[in-house]
């Protein structure tokens, strides 16, 4: 695991704890379909006040206000064409990969993009140094964003210098080189504001959070950079083979 945190003041732990009380909300919100009762704790929580706090100062501040007027704008009592609406999005970005966007760590960082490979594993003895692992992991797996965040808020929770020092790691190595592109790809294909919100406000508070703990260490934020994490480097890697590939008379195009 990663090396200790100088000792730190009480009123860190504090800050970090707020943080997992914070992600929880975010975590119910990939974790199923949203209904009406989690809308209407959302509102009247002022969730997005609680955003807007952690966001303060970011350049992606706005994220907060923007996810507020989409709680606003939708109907009280929500319809229940409404909620279904809801559904639909929800099962497109997590269930059925309607949007193309995997919500699991081995799609996005291996060469194949297949499910529960090599990260996944990683994953899971991250895990097992804290005692916990993934009810199922044949229904979901170890390395699917929500065990990801539920094990982030569990470090923060602890306060303790080694598990904010491993909140660090994780996030560096497991989570943020592959969530912040789900996250843009979802706010792209989702067809209603509400997923939308969520998912940039996913990526505006997990990178928030990111740099808390960077200003909390001294260290600086060290995310682990995949050659096959997004399209655009897959295709310079093609490129640079197709350069380096050696003439071969017949197939190569000569003078």
């Not at 099962?91 to 993009?113: K, Q």
Request: glycine share 6%; hydrophobic share 50%; charged share 25%.
């Amino acid at each position: 695991m990663a090396e200790d945190f100088a000792p730190l003041g009480d009123d860190v732990a504090q800050h970090f704890a707020l943080w997992a009380e914070a992600l929880a909300p975010l975590i119910r919100l990939h974790d199923a379909e949203p209904d009406a009762a989690l809308i209407d704790a959302l509102r009247q929580g002022g969730y997005a006040e609680v955003a807007e706090a952690l966001l303060e100062g970011r350049a992606d501040a706005a994220l907060a206000a923007g996810f507020a007027q989409v709680l606003d704008q939708m109907p009280q009592p929500l319809p229940a064409a409404a909620l279904d609406e809801l559904a639909a999005d929800y099962a497109d970005a997590y269930l059925n990969h309607g949007f193309r966007a995997a919500p699991s760590g081995s799609v996005w960082l291996t060469e194949d993009h297949l499910e529960r490979q090599e990260p996944m594993f990683e994953v899971r003895a991250f895990y097992a140094h804290y005692g916990l692992s993934v009810p199922d992991w044949r229904k979901r797996a170890d390395d699917h964003l929500v065990p990801e965040l539920r094990f982030v808020a569990h470090l923060l929770g602890l306060g303790t210098p080694q598990a904010l020092a491993d909140a660090e790691v994780f996030l560096d190595r497991h989570l943020l080189p592959w969530l912040p592109d789900f996250c843009l790809r979802i706010a792209s294909r989702s067809r209603q504001p509400f997923l939308a919100g969520v998912a940039l406000l996913t990526r505006g508070l997990l990178l928030a959070l990111r740099d808390d703990l960077a200003r909390a260490s001294g260290r600086p934020v060290q995310i682990l950079a995949h050659a096959w994490t997004t399209e655009a480097l897959r295709a310079d890697r093609q490129a640079r083979a197709e350069e380096e590939r050696p003439f071969v008379p017949g197939l190569s195009e000569s003078w």
